[in-house]
């Protein structure tokens, strides 16, 4: 195998196939990359046997070939270059060598035998959608995912498509995040839990441009995401994901409308008082068109008034403050609001057309 | 007590007050500041019992007094305070009020008993010299010093002053770190060992401008430094320092003069290939104007030629990669001048008039 090509697109490549590589294994060809020259291309391939990766770059192939070579090796060696023009090639005994100005590489790579290539689907739906858009639904959702194994499920997000919709929600069984999308058209239901580690990944390397694309597909098993030169393909994980519809109501006793960032700089403070071995809660009094947030320490204590706009009952509820902040961190809005039902009842932050929804459990005070 | 603030000082003079707080310790003292209203000034005392810090800032002073409170939390408070303008209060119980906005933060202080203020202390000489030369001089040599806590004098810094000339040295056994000042007029002997502790938190705090100025001053047992409305006292390590005269000298066999980003770019890539288990040398082959350098790990290797300008014999000599780079990252000339006797001997870098001097043992080949 022989092929020239740039520093700048052989290192955007590895950036994306290190995403799928096995760290502590021992299984050494999962820590390798497949790389393949081919045509005008060089394709790099990586699969923690959950995610797989496969992504090319353009080079000026002048023998075609394949070979397995360590990925940390290569990310160490191609990051360090002097220049921008790389030549690399491998002989018969897979030994690779890498050429850039004056540097000169050698590693022992390892010939392509039972390597875990991505595997043949048949997907059976697909739509588009804008890879921030994506991005942004990660983002806003992945927070509220379980890290506990026990309950598989639960470490995963729902991916659901219903007619022009896409839902994506996670639970922690304390609190839930939902995020939704208006479709272009409409779809087959689809209903699948993707595993938050994919999602994770995935949206490193997601554009963070409107108007680039992620092409996503679904079979029982497996989901697929191809964008630009890349195309990933995850497990999904097995089991059904809580009725969240259930869990949603209409009916609150209790609403109110606080400036965003005000009501973040306060909970902020209070979550200073909060520690691993003392876990009181924010305690907030709803009373006309001010909320009072109280909290209290062995040995400190905190309090504050904020401006409300409030409709129906006064109220008095506890919550874990950090939960309120990992919701404020990722809406953008200049006003939230908030509802409620009565103190031992889940608090709605959710907009009006509800393109977001959270839900987090009170505290008993 | 009673005092109105900015935000902004305090948060400077708790940032610089933090760097003498113990943060694991069975003494609840150490653990907090000593807070003091006095005239139109409030104070911040910390001390780890080897490192003293006091610094002040400006305040409106309503009730002079005197309490302690628990560093950390002073450090959330305030720094997470919604307004500038911050009042501070503490009662006959030593509980603490922190106004500020809205926010009312309420902490129980204790009674400023048994603290251990910072040293009265003669000191003997005293040099001025600016902050950013200091603060230089330190991140230029303290990479060197040994992190064993065996031989305790190589833990810290020689302080030696001689005549007009201030230098520095730290050494590890495999390489000294050597960097002189020339001062403005002649002064005493002196020659004290600094923690290297210490030095590595005055350095944090030092300013980066060139005229801000540092007055440090010792005694048998102490250096003090004193820079803003800051004044740091220290504990001097005991013992007596290597002979450093002893291990300098210059019937060299060997100059090489190169460029050092080029050298550094080189040195670089060798490095990729040192591991924990596996600590081969760069080997480094001068002959005439080039230099090549090559490292071979249990399956890779590199080797890189880079044009040196030569005085003197060729030579072949074996070096960690990792000491090189510790000297180079803190050299800013654009050219760096290698000195050698033979293979088993020191390799030198230093500049024509001496300021820094870097001295790496060889491994064998």
Redesign the interface.
């Known amino acids: 195998m022989k092929f020239v090509c740039k520093k700048n697109d052989f290192t955007n490549s590895i950036n994306i196939a290190m995403k799928a590589i096995l760290t502590k294994t021992t299984m050494t060809t999962l820590e390798c990359f497949l790389i393949e020259a081919k045509d005008q291309y060089v394709s790099l391939t990586s699969n923690d046997m959950q995610l797989g990766i496969e992504t090319k770059f353009p080079a000026e192939v002048e023998d075609e070939g394949i070979i397995l070579m360590n990925a940390k090796?290569l990310y160490?060696?191609i990051g360090?270059?002097?220049e921008e023009k790389v030549e690399f090639e491998s002989d018969e005994n897979n030994t690779v060598l890498i050429f850039s100005?004056?540097?000169?590489?050698?590693?022992?790579g390892l010939a392509d035998e039972e390597y875990p290539r991505l595997p043949k689907v048949d997907f059976e739906s697909t739509i588009n959608i804008s890879q921030f858009t994506l991005k942004e639904m990660i983002r806003q959702t992945i927070f509220s995912i379980s890290t506990k194994e026990n309950n598989k499920v639960l470490t995963g997000e729902l991916f659901e498509i219903r007619d022009n919709e896409l839902r994506i929600a996670s639970l922690d069984l304390i609190r839930v995040s939902i995020r939704t999308l208006k479709l272009e058209e409409n779809y087959d239901k689809v209903k699948v839990i993707i595993p938050g580690k994919t999602l994770m990944e995935i949206s490193k390397v997601l554009s963070s441009n409107i108007e680039d694309m992620v092409e996503i597909s679904f079979s029982k098993n497996h989901v697929k995401f191809v964008f630009g030169d890349t195309i990933m393909i995850s497990r999904l994980i097995e089991g059904n994901f809580f009725n969240i519809d259930q869990m949603l109501k209409n009916n609150y006793e209790t609403k109110i409308v606080t400036n965003r960032n005000a009501f973040y700089?306060?909970i902020?403070?209070a979550a200073?008082l909060i520690k691993e071995t003392d876990k009181n809660p924010v305690v907030m009094t709803i009373q006309d068109d001010e909320m009072k947030l109280e909290i209290k320490s062995s040995?400190?204590?905190?309090?504050?008034?904020?401006p409300v706009q409030k409709e129906g009952k006064d109220l008095r509820i506890g919550l874990n403050p950090k939960y309120i902040i990992d919701v404020l961190r990722v809406i953008d809005d200049e006003d939230i609001n908030l509802y409620f039902f009565n103190s031992n009842s889940p608090c709605f932050i959710k907009n009006e057309e509800e393109s977001y929804i959270y839900l987090i459990l009170p505290i008993n005070i």
């Open positions: 090796v160490d060696f360090h270059l002097p100005g004056n540097a000169r590489f050698e590693h022992q700089g306060c902020d403070r200073l040995n400190s204590s905190m309090n504050e008034d904020i």
